[in-house]
Nanobody
């Protein structure tokens, strides 16, 4: 059974930081591309950051410079460090594991990030 369990969300003031974690089980973690998505109320889910099997990273333009995605294959965990958070970053953040070659795609349950004073 595949599980992706996010943690680290919460309420933070504008300009603050959060570090999200996503612990994976039931997959060979090192063989998956890992990503973070977010979905704000009334909006479509959007990709914010991706880290490949070789740890190459990519970020959405609107958050570039404020995000760092990383992975620890020994712990089967992917992280998202978010800095200088703004109210428009408020959303549910989802972890995704993808292996296109095997048509495998998995989602976590999401963690709420609220940026407000």
């Amino acid at each position: 059974q595949v599980q992706l369990v996010e943690s680290g969300g919460g309420l933070v003031q504008p300009g603050g930081s959060l570090r999200l974690s996503c612990a994976a089980s039931g997959i060979i973690f090192s063989t998956y591309t890992m990503s973070w998505y977010r979905q704000a109320p009334g909006k479509q889910r959007e990709l914010v950051a991706t880290i490949s099997r070789s740890s190459a990273t990519n970020y959405v333009d609107s958050m570039r410079g404020r995000l760092t995605i990383s992975r620890d294959n020994a712990k089967n965990t992917v992280y998202l460090q978010m800095n200088s958070l703004q109210p428009e970053d408020t959303a549910v953040y989802y972890c995704n594991a993808n292996k296109t070659s095997a048509l495998r795609n998995y989602w976590g349950q999401g963690t709420q990030v609220t940026v407000s004073s």
